[in-house]
Structure formats: structure tokens, C-alpha cells
């Protein structure tokens, strides 16, 4: 509106002066060449102000409350401890506590940092405006640093606006802009102005302020931000937000089924279990899918299977059209088997379904039973990881005459695996560090765990021969069968005298 006014005012001085018969020819292309520079400036950015198109303002925090953020028990009980200064001044300052002015969000990709954002600013009803780093490179001088500006300018004038005492700036991606200086080109220090320009704001945030402001930044490489940005008086609490656990993940759960009618089949603990490593996006992308599956089927409610179906399309992809020959698909049941044998064996009930239905890249799997979340792991559990991905190949081997390249990704995982043991101390070479091992020794030692764990599969496939083979054909014919099948098998076998080689 102010532009218009301002255009408008000045045409209409430089036509009253032409028609006094003033030679007005000189402002009007001083005029035309200002509005060209202006225009011209606008579109590269220079002068335009955060629009709301590309800022998430105060509407987008609206009813979005901790309630609503599962999975993350103690990031919330850290964040909540950060904002009663906000909330709560008077107190915070008849203790003599220094406010905090920064919040650091760091963890994986989905695990809900924007939600805890806008849950902040629900909880100390503070007006919320949010931008990415990536809104602040630029590659003309001077621009990142008037747009970080801009952007604290805005969140004092829509708090004052909104008769507000206090706004939350949350800086999605801030490893953009808060990269450590000396990182970048010696010849173009733009950037470095903008990461200084926001440490001057940070630097300039008082508590007595008519408007406080709490930055919250969100990143998943907090190694990436620049020291001066952390340090005490700028970010002053980092805030791990990390993938949920079993728990978490039921909470999720239940949060994006309130409004889904359920099956009495469902159990949301069962498919909480199912579903470790997965993030809270993760999960609400299973709850999608699994309602699209029963769209597609004209289904009244959410069922098991939908589920199901969904878990193995969230982490594998959708069914795929290759049709692989007769033979390929022998092959393909015979390595399946292989894996579901070795991990059958090696923990028992283990395997949930084995398939060749092919999904993505992979033409056949198998889904493991839940378990318990398990974050450390000992050598005898890592060396059977390793085991169950050599049974494909090893299976192969002794049942068709040969290997296949269906298992390089399996020996690759292997490989990582023997590494994982030779890192944590627990291989013939005792506490080393991996990267100063010379490549031949590293690949010896290596090769020594593959090779042990590979004779041990080997006897085992020689012993369990007959039943790969029956579950082999019997998944040729049904492309799917569970676990019990498999046990079944094997509890007849073992019951007539067959000796487990790999449990010896």
C-alpha cells in the first residue's frame, strides 16, 4: 500500500509540473531509473522482505501443543525448563538467573524438532515466525545479514501488534547459515556476515526488552555449527531429539490413528514394536499408507494387514512389475531361506514372514519378529548379525552350486559389521583405532571374522539342507509364508536328533 501511495504522489508532481510548464523531463528519468534499480534489486532479493509465503508466522504454532508431540519424553522435559523464563520473568529474574537466549534442536531427519518450535511458542503464548538457512544465502553482498535484520525486526513488530511480550524465532537448517567460519572461499566472505550479523543479535537480546526473543534452531549436524554460535550466552542448551523408542513410538502411533476407525485386530503396541529406527515421520507416513491400502480395497476401517503392508512399503517401497525367470526365482527363494534359517537358529522365533515378492531394489526379504530396542551389542551378537547375512550366499553356494550378486549388498553389511567389532576392541587385535590400522592388517582381521562366522553357516546349511529346500518350493508355490512354517520344520527335525552347529 505504501508503495502505491508513494508512486502515485510522485507521477502526480512530475504531470502537475508539465502542465505548468516545467521541464520535468529530468525527474521523470531520474523516477524511471530509481524504479528500475528498486525493481531490479527486489528480484535479486536485495530489499525484499521475508514474505509469507516463505515464513511460517504465528498461525502455524496454533493449537500445536507438547501433547501433541510424541516419542520425545525427555527433549520436552529439557525444552519446558528453557522457557519459564519466558513465561514466568519475575521469578526467573528474583533469582538472579540469566535468561536463555538460544535453543539447539539436533537429531535425525523427522523426529519432530519443527513441532517441539511451534509447541514453544503455543506453551508461552509467544507469536512464532520461522525461516530456513537457506533463506539467508545469497550471493550479493550485504543481503544475508540485512535479511537476519529483517527477520528479528519482524518478530519485535507482530508481537507489539499482537499485544505479545515475548516471540520464538525458530532458524530451520541452521548449520546453513551457522557454518564454522574459515569453511568457506577466501574470496567470498558473504556468508560469514550473515553467521556475524546473527551473533550480534543474539548478543543484543536483553530480558528487560518490551519484546523477548528466544531462538530456537533446528539441525541434524550440530558438529557443522560454528563455536562462537554455541557457546554460553548465544545457544545455550542443545536439546538431542532423537528417534523414539518403543514407547515413543506408540505414543506417535496413537497421535496419527485418533482420527482413523481401527480394526479390532490392530494392536498399536505390536506395530510399535515392528517398527524400530523408524522416526516420527516415519510413522506417519505407516499410518498413511496403511489407510490408502484400505481406501484402495473399499475397506470401512484400518486392519492388521494394512499395517503390515504399509511397514514393509514404508521401508522397502512399493511392489514392483520385474518378473524374474523361473530359475531366478528359485534362486531368490533359496537365499531367503538361507537368511531365515541362520536367523531362526540363532535366535529362535525370530522371523515374522519370509517373501519374494519384490519391493524396490530388493526381489525377496524377510521381517523379523520385535524385539527390544537393543542399543549396545555384544561380540556374540554382532558375529550373529553377521552370520544371518551370509546365510543367503552360503545357501546358494551349497544348494544351486553357486553365488549370485543378489548378496553384495549383504556382504557389504557384513563387512560394516566386522569393522563395528574391530573398532569397539572386541577382535583378536584389542583396543585399536581403525583408521591408523594399516589397510592389509584391517582387511586381514576382517576376513578372520567373515571367514569364522562362514564355516559355522556352512555346517549349518549342510545339516538343514532338506528343509531349505521344502521352504524353498513351498514359497515358490505361495511368494509368502510366516515363520511358524520355518519353526515347525525345524522342531520336527531337531526333535529327531539334528544338532544346531551354530549354537555348539
Known amino acids: 500500500m505504501v508503495k502505491e501511495i508513494g508512486v ?31 525493481k531490479f534489486l527486489d528480484l535479486k532479493g536485495g530489499l525484499k522482505q521475508f514474505s509469507p509465503a516463505r515464513v511460517d508466522r504465528g498461525r502455524a504454532s496454533k493449537n500445536v501443543s507438547f501433547d501433541d508431540v510424541g516419542g520425545q519424553k525427555s527433549a520436552k522435559r529439557e525444552l519446558l525448563e528453557s522457557l519459564d523464563f519466558i513465561r514466568d520473568p519475575n521469578k526467573i529474574s528474583m533469582l538472579g538467573i540469566r535468561p536463555i537466549k538460544g535453543i539447539l534442536l539436533a537429531g535425525p531427519p523427522g523426529t519432530g524438532k519443527t513441532l517441539l518450535a511451534k509447541a514453544a511458542a503455543f506453551y508461552t503464548d509467544s507469536e512464532y515466525i520461522a525461516a530456513a538457512g537457506s533463506e539467508f544465502v545469497e550471493m550479493y553482498a550485504g543481503v544475508g545479514a540485512q535479511r537476519v535484520r529483517q527477520l528479528f525486526g519482524q518478530a519485535r513488530s507482530m508481537a507489539r501488534k499482537k499485544g505479545r511480550k515475548s516471540s520464538i524465532i525458530f532458524i530451520d537448517e541452521i548449520d546453513i547459515l551457522g557454518v564454522k567460519r574459515g569453511s568457506f572461499n577466501s574470496s567470498h566472505k558473504e556468508m560469514e556476515q ?161 517373501t519374494i515378492i519384490p519391493r524396490g531394489q530388493a526381489m525377496g526379504y524377510i521381517r523379523h519378529c520385535p524385539e527390544n530396542d537393543i542399543y549396545i551389542h555384544t561380540r556374540e551378537y554382532l558375529e550373529g548379525q553377521i552370520a544371518m547375512l551370509l546365510g543367503g550366499a552360503i545357501t546358494e553356494e551349497e544348494i544351486l552350486g553357486s553365488r549370485s550378486t543378489g548378496a553384495a549388498n549383504d556382504f557389504q553389511q557384513a563387512v560394516e559389521v566386522a569393522k563395528k567389532i574391530i573398532s569397539s576392541g572386541m577382535s583378536s587385535l584389542g583396543v585399536v583405532s581403525i583408521k591408523d590400522l594399516p589397510v592389509s592388517l584391517l582387511h586381514k582381521s576382517i576376513k578372520e571374522i567373515i571367514n569364522e562366522q562362514e564355516e559355522k553357516v556352512r555346517l549349518l546349511v549342510i545339516n538343514y539342507r532338506d528343509i531349505i529346500e521344502t521352504v524353498a518350493a513351498f514359497l515358490l508355490e505361495k511368494e509368502r509364508i510366516s515363520g511358524s512354517f520355518l519353526r515347525e520344520l525345524l522342531y520336527k527335525e531337531q526333535k529327531t536328533g539334528s544338532v544346531n552347529e551354530l549354537s555348539r
Open 194 to 354: 550473515t553467521l556475524n550479523q546473527l551473533l550480534v543479535e543474539m548478543d543484543g537480546m536483553d530480558m528487560r526488552d518490551e519484546v523477548r526473543i528466544l531462538v530456537i534452531g533446528a539441525t541434524n549436524r550440530a558438529d557443522l555449527l560454528d563455536e562462537a554460535l554455541l557457546r554460553p550466552g548465544r545457544f545455550d542448551r542443545i536439546v538431542q531429539v532423537d528417534l523414539p523408542e518403543v514407547q515413543g513410538r506408540l505414543q506417535i502411533l496413537e497421535l496419527h490413528t485418533r482420527n482413523k476407525p481401527l480394526s479390532d485386530d490392530v494392536d498399536l503396541r505390536e506395530i510399535s514394536a515392528e517398527t524400530f529406527g523408524f522416526s516420527g515421520a516415519h510413522l506417519e507416513s505407516l499410518t498413511n499408507e496403511a489407510a490408502i491400502s484400505a481406501l484402495r480395497e473399499n475397506c470401512s476401517c484400518l486392519e492388521k494387514r494394512h499395517f503390515y503392508e504399509a511397514i514393509d512399503k514404508v521401508i522397502l517401497g512399493e511392489k514392483i512389475d520385474r518378473s524374474p525367470g523361473k530359475e531366478e526365482y528359485k534362486r531368490i527363494a533359496v537365499h531367503e531361506t538361507g537368511h531365515a534359517l541362520v536367523s531362526e537358529c540363532i535366535r529362535p522365533n525370530s522371523v515374522s514372514t519370509i
Open 8 to 38: 502515485g504522489t510522485a507521477l502526480g508532481i512530475i504531470v502537475g509540473l508539465l502542465w505548468l510548464g516545467y521541464n520535468a523531463y529530468p525527474l521523470l528519468i531520474i523516477f524511471g531509473l530509481f524504479f528500475f534499480l528498486y
